[in-house]
């Protein structure tokens, strides 16, 4: 399959999802994956800086705002965090969990009047707030967080063995326990769904996004995952947001026009 017929596949198969998703919410997931595998396969991506780009124009107000109260210091330390994702090269810098968390959370609060607060794991107990969930301590969060220095590369041993939809339901799991051990002051939710964007890069998945009218929807799959260990709807919900995020930052932009879907020849920067 050539990349435009790709291309054609894919937005005919987002009008079926859009419908889906309209009737049915965040449950499906087969045509989902459907469109990621012919994506991931087929399609060539844009520079993964143009799609950040294009987040931050369009999708950052909504994101940084997934979490309420959040001030314009706050806002410019998230467009740093995806400026930062954009720039990061798999194959000149080493990936780990640690290390990488850390960073994302430093990038989140370096426009703060006091950007030493970023980066700085908690000493005090947390609440997470609208879930009825204990979290664990501030030694056992630090304990949690740290054991990521020695295992990171469990993490993608799923793309050498079973392929991308196993290392996405990893990753899924992976961002979900770090922001259930919150082990970071503040800003955990954003710190890691950076850290999963930044995992989708490996596999050149589009940055997802959350708009404010999706917030109940990730709450609640958040819930079921945290407080009832069932991770089935977080892995959906993460299924339909990098198909929105396939769909707004890709496939239906101006990368390709229609006039160039149907010539035999585009001229885009690839990977």
């Known amino acids: 399959m050539t990349d435009l017929d790709a291309r054609r596949v894919v937005i005919e198969l987002l009008d079926e999802y859009e419908l889906q998703k309209k009737e049915k919410g965040y449950t499906n997931t087969e045509i989902c994956t459907r469109i990621i595998d012919i994506y991931y396969k087929y399609v060539k991506k844009p520079e993964f800086k143009l799609m950040v780009d294009d987040l931050k ?10 979490e309420q109260n959040k001030g314009l210091e706050e806002e410019l330390g998230l ?3 995806y400026d930062y994702i954009a ?9 780990n969990v640690f290390t990488n968390s850390l960073l994302l959370n430093q990038k989140l609060y370096s426009r703060c009047p006091n950007p030493e607060f970023g980066g700085t794991m908690r000493d005090s107990s947390v609440m997470l707030y609208d879930l009825n969930k204990d979290v664990m301590s501030a030694s056992e969060a630090k304990q949690y967080l740290n054991s990521y220095i020695a295992k990171t590369n469990e993490v993608f041993r799923p793309l050498e063995e079973c392929g991308i939809f196993e290392y996405i339901e990893n990753c899924v799991v992976i961002v979900t326990d770090l922001i259930k051990a919150q082990p970071f002051t503040d800003g955990n939710k954003r710190t890691f769904r950076g850290l999963f964007n930044l995992m989708m890069k490996k596999i050149k998945i589009p940055p997802l996004y959350i708009r404010i009218e999706e917030r109940d ?3 609640k799959a958040l819930e079921k995952a945290i407080v009832h260990d069932d991770y089935d709807e977080m ?14 930052l890709d496939v239906k932009k101006s990368y390709i026009s229609d006039e160039q879907l149907n010539c035999e020849k585009v001229n885009q920067k690839y990977y």
């Open 217 to 219: 929807a990730y709450k």
């Open 235 to 248: 892995i959906g919900f993460y299924y339909f947001k990098i198909c929105d995020a396939i769909a707004n």
């Open 87 to 95: 720039d990061f090269d798999f194959d000149k810098n080493n990936f």
């Open 79 to 81: 467009s740093a965090v």
């Open 57 to 66: 124009k369009n999708f950052m107000f909504n994101e940084a705002r997934v």
